[in-house]
């Protein structure tokens, strides 16, 4: 059984950063392909950025240049740095493993002035 807990979440105002953490048990997550999603009120979940085993990785247009996602095998935890934060980033974020479709409980990123 997979479990995945985010962290990292909060409050932040335009232009600022954070960076989400999820911490993956139950997997061998060396050669899991693992994502970021977020879902914003109203609106379907969207791919954010996704990491693979290799270590490549790819990025929705609208966060390129902005977030970085990378990964850690000796701590089980996937990363996304989040730069330049702009209000449309306001959503529920969620990490997900691709082979094992677990998700985990999601924490929410909210940008405001």
């Known amino acids: 059984q997979v479990q995945l807990v985010e962290s990292g979440g909060g409050l932040v105002q335009p232009g600022g950063s954070l960076r989400l953490s999820c911490a993956a048990s139950?997997?061998?997550?060396?050669?899991?392909?693992m994502g970021w999603y977020r879902q914003a009120p109203g609106k379907q979940r969207e791919l954010v950025a996704r990491?693979?085993?290799?270590?490549?990785?790819n990025y929705a247009d609208s966060v390129k240049g902005r977030f970085t996602i990378s990964r850690d095998n000796t701590k089980n935890t996937v990363y996304l740095q989040m730069n330049n934060l702009k209000p449309e980033d306001t959503a529920v974020y969620y990490c997900?493993?691709?082979?094992?479709?677990?998700w985990g409980q999601g924490t929410q990123v909210t940008i405001s002035s």
């Open positions: 139950g997997s061998i997550f060396s050669q899991a392909a």
């Open positions: 990491i693979r085993p290799s270590g490549s990785t």
């Open positions: 997900h493993d691709l082979i094992a479709d677990a």
